[in-house]
């Protein structure tokens, strides 16, 4: 276990990129609030990803679904979300207007929409269960969760400074920051794909 996953899940999670929501829902929000929802968010991208690099296969062979089949679908849903971070869309927004005004009105966003799907949509889980499947020991395993802290804490990290983020960076240098972690993401989906079709059509790989 390399940090390809790692770089992997930094690229799609980008916290950098959900900065701009998570200003819009916290308007109005008082500081303690604020934390509240900042910590609560952070340990929900977590258990996300150690939900999925725990159990995620065995929810696999519970739907009888091939890994090599889950790869290439994985794949492909890669890099949809990488050609949104080309285009400057954050990799797991997929939140309406009606959808914003409605949470910007709930006591708690945290979880929905701000951990689901911003942060951790289904491009997140099915690239730790990808993962999961390469992880051979015990700890390589504990380093995939563990990696699951390394988001939870980038996420803590950019949310807490949200303000001063989006001041020094910009609209301009949160869009380039999330094209280049678009193109990364790319490059990493097409792995992934000739991976999953390498397995179900083994004349690929000769």
Partial sequence: MDFKPLITLLAIVNPL????FF?????GFTSAQRRRTILISSISAFAVIATCAIIGLQILEFFSI?????????????????LSMLNAQPAEA??????????SARASIA?????????????????????????????QHAALVGYG?????ATAVCF???KPIARLMGQT??????????????????????????????????
């Fill in 173 to 206: 240098g949160i869009n380039v920051m999330t094209r280049l972690m678009g193109l990364i993401l790319a490059a990493l989906s097409v792995e992934v794909m000739a991976a999953g079709l390498t397995k179900l059509f083994p004349a690929l790989g000769q």
């Fill in 149 to 153: 802290v390394v988001i939870a804490l």
């Fill in 17 to 20: 990129a959900i900065v701009p």
């Fill in 66 to 82: 091939s890994l090599a089949s889950f790869q290439v679908g994985g794949g492909m849903l890669l890099l949809t979300s990488a």
């Fill in 160 to 162: 807490s400074l949200a």
């Fill in 94 to 103: 997929k939140t309406t207007q009606g959808e914003v005004d409605d949470a």
């Fill in 111 to 139: 979880v929905v929409p701000l951990t689901i799907p911003l942060l951790t949509g289904p491009a997140t889980m099915s690239t730790v269960v990808i993962y999961a499947d390469q992880a051979k020991t015990f700890f």
């Fill in 23 to 27: 200003i819009h829902y916290t308007q």
